[in-house]
């Protein structure tokens, strides 16, 4: 047994390293995809952003090119009316660069270009500088229902979840600032123990409370385990080992108990065969012994004792015999139609002699109106003789048998019932395993190698042929054969 504690302290540790391993796998990749999600809610949030700061960059455009338009068309006509009024003549501009050196000319140009440079970057960035600023006072003071359109938020969140490969569908839903759910999506119906992601849209609004967009994966759970295929050779290996595991402790067990039940038949064998055998020696001895006074009496007494005992170790052998049977896998059955209503009426009135002379009384209830069967005559005797015999060995007061015959639709049934001390429901399933013997309680004397019902269902089953064991502790037993019919 020391083998299988061995087995069973390693398989506990390899399941602990392993389940520790696959825990630490699980969590790995649940943080793995944690990460993708946030990821692509922030780029789909940056995306939003991006594409409403575009579109009111364009609209701003759009109005200040219209209006440099119309002033551009206003100082046109203005100059137009002043070239009517003074003279055409030109005057050519001075030259401040006649006096100068080429070099000096250069650096002269390059530093007018740098102060030009310096003045339209200040100029451009308070241009953009002003219209951040009435984007963000326009825009963040409008409803989150009239800064996104939730579709096209869906489109987004697609093609991000394409880009990150994350292939598993998604229900969102967005938030206003009051908490208040503006939208969701079909089928957004989270609970307790659903996994709900956040994520802030327009970050950069100058308020402290935004809006948000939530989402969460109905089979979240599903694509994570799907993301550990590295771990499935393990766990297949790991059932394989848990089978074999068990089957080997089931058979180490099972070799165990049957090497018990083997040295305990051959020390009860043992016993029950020298029993006979002394008593025969004994009497022999006493008969060939000249000093003893052989009287008649003494003599059919002798002879008595020296048969009843060659009786009795011829039917030990015959039991010892049956072993034979029961290892292998199909008797040699010689199978012949038989009327069992008079088997069982026959086996009942030899076996009578021996419930009578305990004072009891054996029934039979005959009510099978078809009963021919095809089976072993010999084997088929012996088993309904096996089944009185139990009986009668494990009732403790007057017994009182009863052997009845019926039919149900194609089948032939045969069943022995006691008044004896019955059979607990824990030895029900047991009683016809080999070297089995039930416990007697106050019953004592009942000899046997625990072969008899072994042998019993050996042959029922051989027969193609079933019995079942229906018992109450304390009051009797009954054992039903139910074997199929022969053709009328």
């Known amino acids: 047994m020391w083998l299988g504690g061995i087995m ?29 999600v946030r990821r692509c809610l922030f780029r789909s949030a940056r995306v939003l952003e991006e594409e409403e700061t575009n579109r009111y960059l364009l609209e701003s455009i759009s109005k200040d090119q219209d209006a440099v338009d119309k002033s551009e068309l206003r100082h046109s006509k203005i100059e137009q009316a002043i070239k009517m009024q003074t003279s055409c003549k030109r005057i050519p501009p001075k030259s401040y660069l006649e006096s100068l050196t080429d070099k000096t000319a250069l650096e002269a140009t390059s530093q007018i270009m740098q102060k030009r440079l310096k003045v339209r970057f200040r100029e451009e960035k308070a241009l953009l500088d002003d219209l951040l600023m009435r984007l963000l006072c ?70 402290q409370g935004g809006n948000y967009m939530k989402i969460y994966f109905p089979t979240r759970k599903t694509y994570v385990f799907s993301m550990m295929k590295s771990i499935t050779p393990a766990l297949v290996l ?17 070799e165990k ?85 008079d088997l069982v009426v026959n086996i009942a009135s030899n076996f009578a002699i021996k419930v009578e002379a305990r004072g009891g009384d054996i029934e039979t209830d005959i009510d099978a109106d078809n009963p021919f069967v095809k089976v072993d005559e010999v084997h088929f005797t012996n088993i309904i003789y096996n089944l ?82 229906d018992s109450v502790f304390g009051k009797g037993t009954t054992f039903t054969i139910s074997i199929p019919s022969a053709a009328i």
């Open 238 to 254: 790991s059932g394989l080992l848990l089978f074999t595991f068990i089957v080997s402790l089931v058979m180490i067990t099972r």
């Open 138 to 207: 326009d825009n963040y003071t409008m409803p989150i229902t009239e800064r996104v359109d939730f579709g096209h938020l869906n489109a987004v969140l697609e093609r991000q979840k394409d880009l990150l490969d994350i292939s598993i569908p998604h229900r969102f839903a967005v938030v206003d600032r009051s908490g208040v759910e503006v939208y969701k999506s079909d089928g957004y119906e989270p609970n307790e123990n659903t996994v709900v992601y956040s994520q802030m849209l327009f970050p950069n609004d100058p308020t």
């Open 257 to 341: 108990k049957l090497s018990q039940m083997r040295s305990d038949f051959m020390n009860n064998m043992t016993h029950e065969l020298k029993t006979p055998v002394s008593s025969i020696s004994l009497a022999s001895q006493m008969l060939s012994d000249d000093s003893v006074n052989k009287t008649p009496k003494m003599i059919s007494h002798l002879t008595g004792v020296i048969a009843d005992e060659t009786k009795r170790l011829t039917q030990q052998i015959d039991k010892v015999l049956q072993m034979s049977i029961l290892e292998r896998e199909s008797s040699a059955l010689k199978l012949v139609e038989l009327d069992i209503n």
């Open 388 to 469: 009185l015999d139990n009986a009668l060995k494990y009732t403790e007061g007057t017994p009182m048998l009863k052997v009845r015959t019926w039919n149900e639709k194609d089948k032939l049934f045969i069943s022995v019932t006691d008044n004896g001390i019955g059979i607990r429901k824990s030895d029900q399933k047991k009683v016809f395993e080999k070297f089995f013997r039930v416990s007697t309680g106050s019953v004592h004397n009942v000899k046997g190698f625990g072969l008899g019902l072994a042998y019993v269902h050996k042959v029922v089953t051989d027969h193609k042929g079933k019995i079942t064991c």
């Open 8 to 36: 069973l302290i390693s398989f506990v540790g390899l399941i602990i390293v392993q389940s520790s391993y696959i825990r630490e796998a699980h969590l790995m990749h649940e943080s793995q995809f944690n990460d993708l």
